[in-house]
């Protein structure tokens, strides 16, 4: 691998990501809801147990201070409550609301529809999610 290389791929990633977030604002406006808190929104599976502030944070990849200022956010927007971890009293979970359900539905469909992606063919997007799984998997 060379520098050059290296650097072409982490350019278009950057752009990828800059291109879809500048796609997205609209939609995020109209949400209330700035890049962080559509991430924390997206982060939290209604599917899945309501992750811990701990866990969440580190799907964030951020501290516990920027966790609760992006988690307050959705509080005050009625999109997220604080609950006690059942499985740890001491702990707090991030359960969505109903709207809260409604708006991250939102931002996955209109992320999706927006994406560079979205055109691309099924076969070089299988190809591509494999690669990407495999660097996030090295990764961690």
């Known amino acids: ?10 350019r278009a990633n950057h752009e990828l990501f800059m291109l879809t977030s500048d796609r997205i ?5 109209e949400l209330r809801l700035t ?14 147990p309501a992750p811990s ?4 944070a580190e799907r964030l990849f951020c501290n516990a ?6 988690v307050n956010q959705l509080t005050d927007r009625g999109y997220a409550e604080r609950a ?9 979970v991030v ?10 539905e939102r931002v996955i469909d209109v992320t999706l529809a927006e994406t560079p992606f979205a055109h691309c063919d099924p076969e070089d997007l299988s190809r591509l999610a ?11």
């Open 1 to 10: 691998m060379t520098r050059q290389m290296l650097e072409q791929v982490v």
């Open 25 to 29: 604002a609209k939609a995020l406006d």
């Open 35 to 48: 890049y962080a808190t559509a991430q924390a929104l997206w982060a939290i599976d209604p599917a899945e």
């Open 53 to 56: 502030m701990k866990a969440l």
């Open 65 to 70: 201070p920027n966790l609760s200022f992006v």
């Open 84 to 92: 006690v971890d059942p499985g740890d009293r001491r702990s707090r």
């Open 95 to 104: 359960v969505l609301t109903e709207q809260g359900r409604q708006a991250r």
């Open 130 to 140: 494999e690669i990407l799984q495999r660097v996030l998997t090295r990764a961690r």
